[in-house]
Structures are given as structure tokens and as C-alpha cells.
């Protein structure tokens, strides 16, 4: 593969503890963040000096879009995270995957303390050719991103 090329024929695949749980069609609204925190300072002249210093990472968001061939310990983890009173107990760390058309792991992105906040679905179309999906938010306090 060149430099700059994109992963084609790429496969997303979502794992909960150490298991792959599902193959997933689509992953979107990935991307890691930080805060950055105000320093400002004034120098023996009183010239005051503003300056930025990361600060921590920010949480954030993704949507799956899965099928209809759905794992059933995945759709239990949704809808149990989804339920649960107690949002801190609900949280657990997943990781997603990206498989090249090998099937070999390109990249590892680890989402700590994930837990389903949205579900949509199946979205139907009676005279559409695709098959029918469903979606669901994922959100997340850390993210780490590693190639594999």
C-alpha cells in the first residue's frame, strides 16, 4: 500500500473484554480531542504572557451501524448499558477494530469506560434494494488509538 492510500474493502469489528463480539457495517464520529488550559502569566515588565497547555481528553461519541445478523451479547451490552440506573456501573471498556481485506487488525481503538446512549432502528425501506440497520451512540470518557 502507498503512503496516502485509503484502507479499501476494510471490516470493523467491535470487542468487548477480550472477545470479538460482531462484525460491524459501518463506524462514524471517531475522534480523539483534548482541552487545551489558558496559562496566563506577567513577566517582571507587566507584560501579561498568555499561553495554552493541553489539558485532559475530552469524551466523546460514535454511531455503529449494524445489520440485521446481529451478535447477541452485543445487543445485550446496549441494552443493558442503556437500562442500567447506576451510569458508572453501566460503563465498560470496548475496543473496535479495523481489519484489512486480509482480515489482518490495521488498527486498535480502545474506548474506556464506553456505554450505549442511543439506539435506532431497524431503519426500513420498503422499495430500497440494501438491507435494513440499526444504530447506536456509544459514548466514552478515553480513547486510545494504536496500529496494530
Known amino acids: 500500500m502507498a503512503i496516502g492510500d485509503t484502507i479499501s ?5 467491535v470487542d468487548l473484554g477480550k472477545f470479538q463480539v460482531e462484525t460491524v457495517q459501518q463506524i462514524s464520529g471517531l ?20 499561553g495554552n497547555q493541553p489539558g485532559s481528553a475530552r469524551s466523546g461519541e460514535i454511531t455503529i451501524t449494524r445489520g440485521l445478523d446481529q451478535s447477541k451479547v452485543f445487543t445485550e451490552w446496549i441494552f443493558t ?4 440506573r447506576d451510569v458508572d456501573d453501566a460503563r465498560q471498556d470496548i475496543t473496535l477494530m ?4 486480509n482480515k489482518k ?3 486498535r481503538v480502545h474506548l474506556a469506560r464506553a456505554r450505549a446512549s442511543d ?3 431497524p431503519f426500513l425501506d420498503a ?3 440494501s438491507s435494513a440497520t440499526e444504530a447506536v451512540t456509544i459514548v466514552y470518557e478515553d480513547i486510545t488509538v494504536e496500529n496494530a
Do not use: C, N
Request: aromatic fraction near 4%; avoid cysteine; proline fraction near 7%.
Open 9 to 13: 474493502g476494510s471490516t470493523f469489528v
Open 31 to 50: 475522534s480523539l480531542e483534548e482541552d487545551a488550559v489558558e496559562i496566563k502569566q506577567v513577566t517582571p515588565d507587566g507584560e501579561v504572557i498568555v
Open 81 to 84: 448499558t442503556m437500562t442500567m
Open 98 to 101: 479495523v481489519l484489512d481485506p
Open 105 to 107: 487488525p490495521v488498527k
Open 119 to 121: 439506539w435506532r432502528g
Open 127 to 129: 422499495g430500497a434494494t
